[in-house]
């Protein structure tokens, strides 16, 4: 039988902070409810400007804060006060006069904000490195069955209501918060430890880390994996740019899958690729059809039309807030799983609410190219790389045929050289006029992804006759290039770097097309 729950009382408080928010209205209203309070330097300035009655822990201690601040809050009465166990050390603590500190409000450094400016230097880089904090934290989260620890302005208001109905914290309140203290003291020694292993003693970087740590917020437990029989879940990184997929706000719809999540952030990566208005669909993490018009309605019928059959069942992205005219396009026309928007109008709430399964997300400040590393887990290993951001090697675009580019073929090629980036390798997408027409994708072998392109088009009723091609890596061979002109292409872009490129550029001489290199391989696994 489980023990009854317990509430401990909270008669005394430390806080110590470096992200002020809202800490003044906690200490105040803490305060208001009898709570002693107990503070460090510039959290207990800011507490007495307040008019909160606050104790210094120098004079809590005996012991002056020293060496700028280093050394505070190392001394037996404030670790003794957390590492007392309620029932067990009272006689010690009683002898030694370490009263009992019942609640910590700590949080650390900003360690990570600080390595992220350009002009840190090693120096600084230590210096917010925090010592007292993390030290206060574990002790606190260790002895949870007497000690409440709080880590994020967003656990005040808990805390507060919590102490304002029963006087202090119950049990689980007291295990939730530990837990989240842990947490919040392995990310920070995550950070530290990611950011100096990829130094030399001079500050300058030498890579990838020599230790890579991660850690990750579960933001859901999911029904399944790819599969039924597979478990899952979706895990956030806290330090996520803002229009990252990640941070994506559920409006409508059932519950997300595995699949769901993987198809929509493909997606919503591809719609960040341009600055225009656009829509992507997905199937299955590829592209299936990309468009950029001047409205989403405009994009998203000539993204459709590219492989309507592929599209049933998809995810649709678009780079602007999704319209009701837009929304409703997709609702009488498909199936789909679902729709991603920077944001989405009530009108286009209201239409796609008739199919109340179909799963809308907005992501504000999106979409975003991704940032940071891009992690592929291995069979226990993890491969480590940055993103693929840019789009041309150092010498940039290089017109190596006869036939000249221009203005608008040049716009042609770019919009199809995006669009390849997030298709799976091999790939060869075909467009036009901000539109593709055809794509091919993932095979063993780039002139039977040419052939699949061209046969989506055709399945599709699209010409591509006087269309452009793009490639993500170069032709080893002519015959992409022969079966590209067979399909009426006038353009090609492609990295170039064959042995053969000499033949290739020669086959497209010969069949008039005009070819670009772009000296950047794109391949995506």
Not at 11 to 20: Q, Y
Not at 70 to 98: C, F, N
Not at 168 to 179: H, M, P
Not at 325 to 334: G, K, L, M, V
């Amino acid at each position: 039988m489980a023990a009854a729950a317990r509430t401990m009382p909270v008669r005394r408080a430390l806080i110590s902070v470096s992200d002020k928010t809202g800490v003044a209205p906690l200490a105040r209203a803490l305060a208001d409810h009898g709570i002693e309070i107990l503070s460090t330097g510039g959290t207990a300035r800011l507490l007495r400007d307040a008019g909160v009655p606050v104790i210094e822990v120098g004079e809590y201690t005996g012991f002056p804060e020293i060496m700028a601040g280093r050394v505070k809050t190392l001394h037996p009465r404030i670790h003794g006060g957390l590492l007392g166990r309620r029932g067990e050390d009272e006689a010690v603590m009683d002898a030694q006069d370490i009263p009992p500190i019942d609640l910590l409000v700590v949080n650390l450094y900003p360690f990570e904000q600080t390595v992220a400016r350009p002009d840190c230097m090693l120096p600084e880089a230590i210096e917010n490195i925090d010592i007292g904090g993390p030290a206060m934290l574990r002790a606190a989260a260790k002895n949870h069955a007497g000690v409440g620890v709080v880590t994020d302005p967003a656990q005040y208001d808990r805390v507060l209501a919590a102490v304002a109905g029963t006087g202090g914290l119950d049990d689980a309140q007291r295990f939730e918060l530990a837990v989240a203290a842990f947490n919040h003291v392995a990310r920070y020694d995550a950070a530290i430890s990611n950011h100096l292993s990829a130094r030399a003693i001079d500050g300058e970087p030498t890579g990838f880390p020599g230790q890579f740590n991660a850690t990750w917020e579960k933001a859901a437990d999911l029904r399944y994996g790819e599969n039924p029989h597979q478990a899952a879940a979706f895990y956030r990184d806290p330090q996520a740019v803002a229009g990252s997929f990640a941070h994506y706000h559920q409006r409508q719809g059932k519950a997300l899958s595995y699949n769901n999540l993987a198809d929509a952030d493909a997606a919503w990566t591809c719609a960040g690729a341009f600055d225009a208005p656009a829509c992507v669909i997905v199937k299955h993490a590829n592209p299936c059809g990309v468009a950029v018009a001047a409205d989403l309605k405009t994009a998203y019928d000539a993204a459709f039309a590219t492989d309507p059959t592929s599209a049933f069942g998809g995810i649709i992205a678009f780079n602007r807030p999704l319209d009701e005219d837009t929304a409703r396009a997709i609702i009488d026309r498909q199936f789909v799983e679902v729709m991603l928007a920077p944001a989405v109008s009530e009108g286009a709430l209201a239409v796609i609410g008739r199919k109340a399964n179909v799963r809308v997300l907005e992501i504000a400040d999106g979409p975003v190219m991704p940032t940071g590393w891009r992690l592929q887990p291995l069979g226990g290993g993890l491969l480590v790389q940055d993103q693929d951001i840019a789009l041309t090697g150092d010498q940039g675009l290089r017109c190596v045929t006869r036939e000249p580019v221009d203005e608008a073929l040049q716009a042609d090629l770019d919009f199809v050289w995006r669009v390849a980036k997030f298709v799976k390798s091999n790939a060869i997408v075909y467009g036009r006029e901000g539109r593709t027409l055809g794509i091919g994708a993932g095979q063993m072998s780039r002139v039977d992804s040419a052939r699949i392109g061209v046969r989506k088009a055709e399945d599709a009723g699209l010409s591509l006759n006087g269309s452009v091609l793009a490639s993500d890596a170069f032709f080893p061979f002519r015959d992409g290039i022969d079966q590209a002109a067979a399909a009426g292409v006038r353009a090609i872009i492609q990295p170039g770097g064959s042995m053969r490129d000499e033949e290739v550029i020669a086959a497209a001489d010969e069949h008039g097309i005009a070819m670009l290199f772009t000296g950047m391989r794109h391949f995506r696994h």
